[in-house]
Nanobody, 124 residues
């Protein structure tokens, strides 16, 4: 059974940094598109960053230059380094796998497997 488990969320002041991790079991993340999404109350789930099997990446405009997606194939773990955090980054963050795709994409409906989410709170 495929499992994606996020960790690393927490509370931080504006301008601070957090690194999210997503460990995968029964699933090889390097051969599929992987992504990070976020959702805050009253808003739709938003694609934040994605990495394809070849290592190419894609980011939503609001996080470009601040967030970095990466993966460690040996550890089968996906990461999201978040720097210069802003209060508007506050949300639950989810990692996800798009089993049938190899290119990075930010469309939630293309993703098959989801983690349970981790809360990120940024205070002003």
């Amino acid at each position: 059974q495929v499992q994606l488990v996020e960790s690393g969320g927490g509370s931080v002041q504006a301008g601070g940094s957090l690194r999210l991790s997503c460990g995968a079991s029964e699933y090889t993340i390097s051969v599929h598109s992987m992504g990070w999404f976020r959702q805050s109350p009253g808003k739709e789930r938003e694609g934040v960053a994605s990495i394809g099997s070849a290592g190419t990446t894609r980011y939503t405009d609001s996080v470009k230059g601040r967030f970095t997606i990466s993966r460690d194939n040996a550890k089968n773990t996906l990461y999201l380094q978040m720097d210069s955090l802003k209060p508007e980054d506050t949300a639950i963050y989810f990692c996800a796998a798009a089993h049938y795709y190899v290119d990075p994409n930010l469309e939630a409906h293309l993703y098959n497997y989801w983690g349970q989410g981790t809360q990120v709170t940024v205070s002003a």
